[in-house]
């Protein structure tokens, strides 16, 4: 398809989560019309979509009424089933290709892209059969095993110090496919997020710096305060590379340890736009969701500029409960403080119900200064508790 889609025309996204949400917003500031495909009456996307489409990922004439309704269609998590993406792309352009979100949905499978596009991971192997444990070789221990489909934030890993650790966590996981890595000294977690056009041109965003909590993105800080211009140059070529090699369309993003040596790696990647990009849409003049969407309408791609340092603080449901009390009923944090704070952009994703590790919002922090934003950012984190 080399079409160009100008606005006006419409765009779907499968999926209504947050995500889906925030691409349905930049389509919509640029004029498009927009459809969602998922199963929630309730989701934060359907909300705001012009058309719901309200049925499962697998419902086929709920496909076909999604492909009649759009122009082209992108998706909002890389777990949608391979077939619904290949039967939308019969019928209408759809990126990422499922070929793309296939790579991404296997940890295997994507360990070996990374490789095969020359870019140096974790020492892994994959576990698929008994045998397969039985030939581990003991310098992958201590080592995360990992199931190879379905993991995230944390989930589906567990951690193995030796054989017989290694033994029972598998049992644990049910003895599905898995990958088991080499534990690797830390020093720091970063990603870039990249856009790729139909005509192969790469645009990035700047490296971000990351921090974790529970296996769930806590912050994220832009410009990454450990990262040269040396450093900044790696993480790029490699992550073009890595888009490159899987004709790529669209925005992907690839995360990397930084080791204590000064060595970086890539851990893994997420066909669509990441959490860890949300300060995109408050620190450069093009956002991550933009992207995507000039990337599905093959419009063209500029190189995105950060005109503000930023902290971006994930907000989730742990907020909404008085931690002397957590028993008690869920409450409102207090936004109107936040706010009354310089260069606070709050995003809130309209779910009803806050739980404890549910992704809820993000407030991004912007500043003049790098120091700046940082200390606004502990003056919220403070206020919201
Ligand atoms: P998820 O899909 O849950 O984000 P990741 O593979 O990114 O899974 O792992 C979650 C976190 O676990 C990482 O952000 C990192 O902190 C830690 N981790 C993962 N793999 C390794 C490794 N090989 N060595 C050290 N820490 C790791
Ligand atoms: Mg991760």
């Not at 979509?49 to 082209?72: G, K, M, N, S, V």
């Not at 019969?90 to 990126?95: F, H, I, K, L, M």
């Not at 993000?362 to 206020?383: D, G, I, K, Y």
Request: hydrophobic content about 45%; overall charge negative; some cysteine.
């Amino acid at each position: 398809m080399s079409d160009v889609l100008l606005p006006g025309a419409t765009l779907g996204v499968l999926g209504g989560g947050q995500l889906g949400r925030m691409f349905l917003h930049a389509a919509q500031s640029l004029g498009y019309r927009t459809v969602v495909l998922d199963p929630d009456a309730d989701s934060p996307a359907g909300a705001v979509a012009h058309e719901h489409i309200r049925a499962d990922y697998l419902d086929e004439a709920a496909l076909a009424a999604l492909a009649a309704a759009c122009d082209a269609i992108t998706t909002e998590f890389e777990n949608v089933p391979a077939h619904a993406l290949e039967l939308l792309a019969a019928q209408r352009p759809v990126a990422p290709a499922a070929s793309c979100v296939a790579i991404c949905q296997d940890r295997a499978a994507e360990k070996a892209h990374f490789r095969a596009a020359g870019v140096d991971g974790a020492p892994y192997a994959v576990i698929a059969t008994e045998a397969d444990l039985q030939a581990v070789p003991d310098s992958l221990l201590p080592g995360i095993l990992k199931t190879a489909r379905m993991g995230y934030d944390g989930k589906g890993q567990v951690r193995v110090r030796s054989r017989a650790e290694l033994q029972a966590a598998w049992s644990e996981l049910k003895q599905v496919a898995c990958v088991l890595e080499q534990l690797l000294p830390l020093q720091l977690e970063l990603s870039v997020i990249v856009a790729r056009g139909r005509d192969g041109t790469v645009v990035q965003f700047p490296v971000q710096q990351n921090l974790h909590r529970d296996g769930i993105l806590a912050v994220t800080e832009v410009p990454a305060p450990a990262v040269d211009a040396a450093l900044q140059a790696r993480a790029a070529e490699s992550a073009a590379r890595i888009a490159t090699e899987m004709g790529y369309v669209g925005v992907l993003c690839i995360e990397f340890f930084l080791l204590q040596d000064g060595r970086l790696v890539v851990n893994e990647m997420a066909p669509r736009p990441h959490n860890s990009g949300h300060y995109t849409l408050n620190a450069c003049d093009a956002s991550q969701f933009e992207l995507q969407v000039r990337a599905l309408a093959g419009l063209p791609l500029i190189t995105p500029r950060l005109h503000s340092p930023t902290v971006m603080l994930n907000l989730l449901g742990d907020l909404w409960f008085d931690p002397q009390d957590p028993a008690s009923a869920a409450r409102e944090p207090d936004w109107a403080g936040v706010l009354a704070l310089p260069g606070t952009h709050l995003h809130l994703y309209g779910k009803a119900n806050a739980r404890r590790g549910r992704k809820m919002g993000h407030l991004n922090v912007s500043a003049a200064t790098p120091e700046a934003a940082r200390a606004t950012a502990r003056r919220a984190a403070a206020l919201l508790g």
